[in-house]
């Protein structure tokens, strides 16, 4: 057998190791010192008044040593009994609670680590006591670390199959009220220096929040305001309506960015680890709603011309394509208008193609003005434009065009001392007025009365 010396030093004495085994240890001391006893013994004796030729005998020495060997042995297998079969308990439950943790380390779901199944029990008040406890607090501790785990990851994989910014904050908010017990909430979004709110459930009158001056301190300091008793948030309650006990509030920041704040409310108050939860979420709720808001205005993007602001072509016809199939179906009527800009191109070479721009961009302007709610207006090419007028016939079509027609001729356009006048050429037709085929024969024909009014003088309506 191999022995080794060590000292181990702590805060209250310095053991001398002798072994890598404790209770080896431990017996080498108890018996050693149950020798170093009995030899001790006959001389302890003597004193006391036993004649020498008694007790400083060979027998007397090994009867001596050999007690103190049995002492020592006896005390040994006590403290192993004692002790051993405790450590025994804690050693078993670690293996039991390791191969807990590699199934959940292997699998989504697993065997909850209840306390029957994996705590000790704690029947001592010294050292052994508290490593049971510090045992079953470590226990206690890795539980709630994995069901955390397993709620953010959740979360955070709801979060990630949605990028449409509705849908994804319908979902998120869903998530936030069942993981925090909470009994009301809302999410709002910053755009263009105002919050709106995209999701809410059970707050009545939740547009309020967008000026609640709780959410505009989370906004401004970044850091999570709790409110007892809020007095300008109300819930709707089953049979009434009733102010919540506690409101949280949570802003929203990717990479420094202020993105919008999460607003929540408890009848009964937030738990700590409710709280805990919360806070973990709000990394991952940042970055999906920092992808929909990119992926909101990437598809706004993709769908306007970055001039005018009016729709492109290509998302304007995919539109002219579902609004003459429903005028088929519904056999309601449906009005097209083409207009360009009279003289375009001397105004460019005129006063150049900034000043054309502008021009472009007033006349996209007042059409949206002159246009009806739901009509679609886009940018066909160059300085023509194409106007979707749903449920128009052509009498409504050219009552729309005429009014177009005359703001824009009233119109100038400021080019440092000058000023540009101009106006437009424009024709239509309507469905089912033209027995057309197909949306692009719709365009054809309001695209060859356009031609007519050009052909005859500019600057009127010609119906197709």
């Known amino acids: 057998m191999k022995y080794f010396w060590s000292f181990h030093i702590n805060q209250e004495a310095t053991v001398i190791r002798l072994t890598r085994k404790v209770f080896a240890d431990l017996a080498i001391w108890m018996i050693g010192f149950g020798l170093v006893m009995g030899l001790a013994f006959p001389f302890f004796v003597v004193m006391m008044g036993v004649p020498t030729e008694l007790a400083l005998t060979p027998w007397f020495f090994a009867a001596t040593m ?247 072509r290509r998302f304007g016809m995919a539109r002219l394509h579902e609004e003459f199939n429903r005028a088929v179906r519904t056999t309601g009527p449906l009005g097209v208008m083409m207009f360009d800009i009279d003289h375009f191109k001397k105004v460019n070479d005129t006063y150049g193609h900034l000043a054309g721009d502008r021009v472009l961009i007033q006349v996209a302007e007042t059409a949206r003005a002159a246009l009806r709610d739901g009509d679609v207006l886009m940018r066909y090419g160059g300085e023509e434009f194409l106007v979707i007028l749903p449920a128009a016939s052509k009498a409504n079509s050219h009552e729309v065009s005429e009014r177009l027609r005359r703001m824009v001729e009233e119109t100038s356009i400021a080019d440092g001392d000058d000023m540009i006048d101009v106006t437009i050429s424009i024709g239509i037709t309507s469905f089912p007025e033209l027995n057309a085929d197909s949306d692009r024969e719709l365009v054809k024909r309001a695209d060859e009365a356009l031609y007519s009014a050009k052909q005859s003088g500019r600057n009127r309506v010609v119906v197709g």
């Open 66 to 312: 050999a007690a103190g060997f049995l002492v020592g042995w006896i005390n040994f297998w006590l403290a192993k009994r004692v002790v051993g079969s405790r450590l025994r308990v804690l050693a078993d439950h670690m293996r039991f609670v390791e191969s807990k943790l590699r199934m959940l380390a292997q699998a989504e779901e697993s065997e909850k680590c209840t306390s029957d199944a994996c705590f000790i029990a704690v029947d001592s008040d010294d050292e052994i006591g508290e490593s049971g406890k510090a045992f079953n607090y470590l226990v206690e501790s890795l539980a709630f670390s994995r069901r955390t785990d397993v709620v953010v990851r959740s979360f955070t994989g709801v979060l990630a199959s949605h990028l449409e910014l509705d849908v994804l904050a319908g979902n998120a908010l869903e998530q936030l009220l069942f993981h925090s017990d909470a009994s009301a909430g809302a999410i709002l979004i910053a755009a263009q220096g105002e919050l709106k709110i995209v999701s809410s459930q059970g707050i009545r009158n939740p547009d309020s929040l967008c000026n609640s001056e709780h959410v505009r301190r989370a906004m401004q300091t970044g850091t999570r305001v709790i409110v007892a008793l809020p007095d300008d948030v109300v819930v709707e309650g089953i049979s009434t309506a009733y102010r919540p006990r506690e409101l949280l509030v949570y802003p929203v920041f990717y990479k420094e960015v202020p993105l919008g704040a999460t607003v929540l409310a408890s009848a009964t108050g937030f738990a700590d680890e409710a709280k805990l939860r919360l806070n973990l979420f709000r990394p991952g709720l940042a970055l999906a709603l920092n992808n929909a808001l990119t992926h909101d205005r990437l598809q706004t993007l993709a769908a306007l011309d970055p001039l005018t602001g009016v729709y492109n």
